[in-house]
């Protein structure tokens, strides 16, 4: 008989193996520690590689960040570490906090009242972080 290992198990086990493998420290790999490791990219990369310099009159990086915070969370907000870094990386792009709670909130009449709060959540934790920053300042 075949082991019938659960494909996404074994996918996993495979991934952190090769992960060891190039790189002994990434054995406890999480993505709450790679959100600390690199936890925004600057303004202008973002732009570059998300915004105009894809379709010099095309979406803004903010624009594009913003459109993936709305996907994200319609979703059902599943991936946390990839919503705080999305805020992470539209406050940088020039998104208002207004602005980052409006995508949100619109996505509930798509996605449904917990998608959109669990979403939120995850966006407070950031925008938290935020004012802690500004205090130490």
Known sequence: MTDMKNPFEAMMAQAQEMAKAFNPALE???PKGFEQLWPTMPKEF???SFGRG????????????????AGLT???????????MTVRHA???????????E????????A?????????EFAR???????????DR
């Open 103 to 110: 995508t949100i909130a619109q996505m509930s009449m798509f």
């Open 46 to 48: 973002m732009e570059m």
């Open 74 to 84: 319609m979703l059902g907000a599943q991936s946390d570490t990839q919503i705080r």
């Open 91 to 101: 406050l940088e792009a020039g998104a208002t906090k207004d602005e980052i709670a």
């Open 28 to 30: 406890s790999f999480s």
């Open 112 to 120: 449904g009242i917990p998608s959109m709060t669990r979403a939120m």
């Open 125 to 135: 934790e950031v925008l938290d972080e935020d004012k802690e920053g500004d205090k």
């Open 54 to 69: 894809l379709n010099k009159d095309g979406l803004d990086a903010k624009t594009r960040l913003l459109l993936t915070l």
